[in-house]
């Protein structure tokens, strides 16, 4: 596997080359809300949280599965909203921008608790660790029993293997279910540009997923 | 992975109906079938991360954006010395402190200065007129009270 994909730089998808032109999202109705947002109309940023609030409660509550932190993290993604709106600068949807944000909250998330996690079983004996891993709830454990939760704990353990937008762009294909021409509008790239980065995070994935699979105690699903 | 695949792959993990060529290829290739099937079990296992109910987000959650927003919020100094009252007290207990040491010492200097050049009498019992008659007339002379 990969032999012939090893040898292709960068595979020409296509014989018809499809370029679509790019979305002036800058001069659409929502390209206005973001720039009274950017000078600062606090009515405006209220008004972009109104509108994707669900959409981020959601998209978290998929990745991290905790219902009682979804809130909390979605509060901190709008807040790094509010402080970075300043540099978003059009050449993508807001959605697309956000959902970056929040993806990236979400592992950043499950990295920290994972540290925590790590540290204060650092302290603990061998037989304390297991009796503390015995009563908590069952999306913390290394083999949970539920199949569904070990597989939704095994595609995390795959997506932190691959760059940040390979993440976004396979999570807003697969997860959110959108097209190549849909993530080409979405992200002001090109389709061929999409499909190649599609591409090589797939292989990613794969390779991710043969180590993780040689590694004891793993789930494949 | 054969070209023939790659242009349709996206195609193919969405579901969609692909070109006879496509499926033909796919047939006949045992590498590309194989990497072509890895990559649709990881293409179904992401749809696990899709949320499995919708959460909706409580009456007051913008209240609680603004409020963490504002916790955020880089400060001024001055803005950390109103909002920080037990900082704020402690700049201006200092602040005193060094007025009224500068003050004190400001005070002792005036009076030492108030007290003005030393009396004759005070010259004459410093320097006994045996040692040099002439520097006690020289100081006298030159005294201006």
């Given at each position: ?64 599965r905790q ?42 998330y499950l990295r920290k608790k994972k540290v925590r996690k790590l540290v204060y079983e650092s302290d603990l004996s061998e037989d304390e660790v297991r009796r503390v891993e015995n009563t908590e709830p069952s999306v913390d454990r290394t083999t949970p029993a539920d199949e569904?939760l070990a597989r939704h704990d095994y595609?995390l353990k795959?997506?932190a ?50 180590r993780l699979d040689r590694a004891p105690g793993m789930v494949a699903? | ?145």
């Open positions: 596997m990969g032999t012939l994909t090893g040898a292709l730089p960068l595979p020409a998808f296509g014989s018809r080359v499809t370029v679509k032109t790019r979305v002036d999202y800058q001069n659409s109705q929502e390209g206005a809300l973001v720039r009274r947002a950017q000078s600062g109309d606090e009515a405006a940023f209220r008004e972009i949280v109104e509108h994707y609030q669900s959409k981020v409660f959601s998209i978290i509550h998929g990745i991290v219902r009682n932190d979804v809130e909390d993290i979605a509060q901190q993604v709008f807040a790094k909203v509010y402080f970075s709106l300043r540099n978003f600068d059009f050449r993508s949807s807001l959605i697309t921008w956000i959902y970056k944000i929040t993806v990236n909250e979400c592992f950043d569904s595609v795959l997506l293997r691959v760059s940040e937008e390979e993440r976004n762009l396979l999570m807003l294909k697969e997860v959110e279910g959108h097209s190549v021409e849909e993530l080409a509008e979405m992200t002001g790239m090109n389709e061929n540009t999409i499909k190649v980065k599609l591409f090589r995070a797939r292989q990613k994935l794969v390779k991710a997923a043969q699903g | 992975m054969h070209q023939v695949i790659l242009d349709r792959l996206e195609q193919h993990l969405s579901g969609s109906p692909c070109s006879r060529e496509f499926t033909a290829h796919l047939e006949s290739c045992e590498e590309c079938r194989a990497e072509v099937q890895q990559m649709k079990e990881l293409s179904g296992v992401l749809f696990t991360l899709r949320a499995p109910e919708a959460l909706t987000p409580s009456a007051g959650f913008y209240a609680q954006v603004a409020r963490r927003v504002e916790a955020e919020r880089p400060r001024s100094l001055w803005s950390f010395v109103w909002l920080e009252p037990a900082f704020g007290k402690r700049v201006a207990f200092a602040s005193l402190m060094t007025l009224a040491i500068l003050g004190s010492y400001l005070i002792t200097r005036e009076t030492e200065y108030s007290a003005g050049p030393p009396r004759p009498e005070v010259i004459m019992a410093q320097q006994s007129p045996a040692d040099n008659p002439d520097m006690i007339l020289a100081t006298l002379a030159s005294y201006e009270p």
